[in-house]
């Protein structure tokens, strides 16, 4: 009897033991689930310290041990919600806080990080490896898992990056001048398009299998390498154009690299539009696209509204200007002023009062300017009663030979002499290009 009492006595308090336990760790998620939704609001706030004191709050649960208590999965959670964030236009302080805070995560494998702002973030995971020593007896960092993960259309510009593990990961169209890859395996990585002006990889990376067809600025991006000379070691920097192949692949090996030709095949020529154009505008729009894409190797390449980034859009423009060899301005009508004033307070003949007229948008201007930088040949389409200022002015367009200016016309077609200027000249600089590389 006194065994049977004391059986369910201890069955009593084993199980009021685990319902304190279940008990406090439902209390835990809860506080949790209120710490992590009030960090998720913060984030909104129009107070920039609340904003960034939220953010950093957030980088704990990137780390949290009790994730799926309750159905909740606060590591995943975080980190998609950072992702989020760092896809719209935010306060730069934000972004940065946020942008840095992924070194405190475990594991970004397989990371959807497609179109994030990372701009200058730092990227240094905080947990170490205390005790593992290599042969040369040296401490040795825990990389950060990105294998896999895919950055394309990524802002990663002056960055600092240093020991991931991305092998894999997919860094096409990805914009990152001067960024500085350091102690980071990248074997098998996809720099395909991407913007890798002045980046900087270091001798403790490992870049073998890396695709870089396509990609802007290879002469200017550097690879340090250990080499042997006469018994001693030393560090070298190459270019990355130094290791490829004739397919654009990174390979150590020396005898198979300086093979890649990136001037080749397809004649690319940048389209420069309106966002949304009317139902005229599109009609005239797409039959100088056919005449221009009827041309043998012609390919238009333009930037669609949606495609443009909440930042580094100029390095975007010129990361696509590079990869062309001509390009086309469609200067139709984006602003009417029916009565205005130009410079209303100053006296003069800079004082102009207009009525009726039509203007192009200031993103032609930028485009086209950014094309005539380059010396590449320009073709403008403009509305007949289009004002002629800016880069459309007619007294630049005389003076500067890559510049051809013709009015919209239903006659226009392959045999129109501007139309066959123009497409000589594209030729011409193509083939310059492929001589100076």
């Not at 859009?313 to 990361?319: A, K, N, P």
């Not at 207009?354 to 509305?383: F, R, V």
């Amino acid at each position: 009897m006194d065994t049977a009492i004391a059986i369910v006595t201890l069955s009593i308090s084993i199980i009021t033991i685990l319902i304190s336990l279940v008990v406090y760790m439902i209390q835990q998620q809860i506080q949790n689930a209120n710490l992590f939704n009030r960090c998720a609001r913060s984030l909104h706030s129009s107070n920039p310290m609340e904003q960034n004191t939220a953010a950093i709050l957030l980088r704990t649960f990137l780390r949290h041990k009790r994730r799926h208590v309750l159905g909740r999965d606060f590591k995943r959670e975080a980190k998609n919600l950072m992702v989020v964030l760092l896809r719209d236009s935010i306060p730069t302080t934000l972004q940065k806080t946020l942008a840095d805070g992924f070194s405190y995560a475990e594991d970004l494998k397989g990371q959807d990080m497609q179109f994030v702002n990372m701009l200058g973030a730092l990227i240094k995971p905080q947990s170490w490896i205390d005790y593992e020593i290599t042969k040369k007896e040296k401490y040795r960092y825990n990389r950060l898992s990105l294998k896999k993960a895919d950055f394309y259309y990524a802002v990663l510009q002056e960055c600092s990056i240093n020991s991931v593990d991305a092998t894999g990961a997919i860094f096409y169209c990805a914009i990152m001048p001067s960024t500085k890859f350091r102690n980071c395996i990248l074997r098998d990585a996809n720099f395909t398009c991407s913007n890798i002006k002045h980046v900087e990889f270091d001798e403790n990376c490992d870049l073998e299998g890396a695709m870089f067809d396509g990609a802007i600025g290879l002469d200017l991006a550097k690879v340090k390498v250990k080499e042997t000379i006469n018994g001693d070691v030393k560090i070298e920097k190459y270019s990355i154009s130094d290791f490829l192949d004739a397919k654009g692949v990174f390979h150590y090996d020396r005898s198979l690299g300086n093979k890649y030709n990136p001037h080749k095949g397809d004649i690319n020529i940048f389209v420069s539009k309106l966002g949304a154009m009317d139902s005229q505008q599109t009609l005239h729009y797409e039959a100088i696209q056919s005449i221009i894409g009827g041309y043998d190797n012609f390919k238009l390449r333009s930037i669609e509204r949606s495609q443009y980034r909440p930042v580094s859009q100029l390095i975007d423009i010129e990361t696509k200007l590079q990869r062309c060899y001509g390009c086309v301005i469609f200067a139709f009508e984006y602003l009417k002023v029916e009565s205005g004033v130009i410079h209303q307070n100053v006296v003069g003949n800079d004082h102009q009062v207009i009525k009726d007229k039509n203007y192009a948008s200031p993103w032609l201007h930028i485009e086209t300017a950014l094309a005539n930088g380059k010396q590449m040949p320009c073709l403008i389409i403009y509305d007949q009663d289009l004002q002629r200022n800016g880069m459309f002015d007619e007294m630049i367009s005389r003076s500067d030979k890559n510049l051809i200016c013709l009015p919209f016309s239903s006659g226009i077609n392959k045999n129109t002499p501007e139309i066959l200027e123009w497409v000589q000249r594209v030729n011409e600089y193509y083939q310059r290009k492929r001589q100076e590389n």
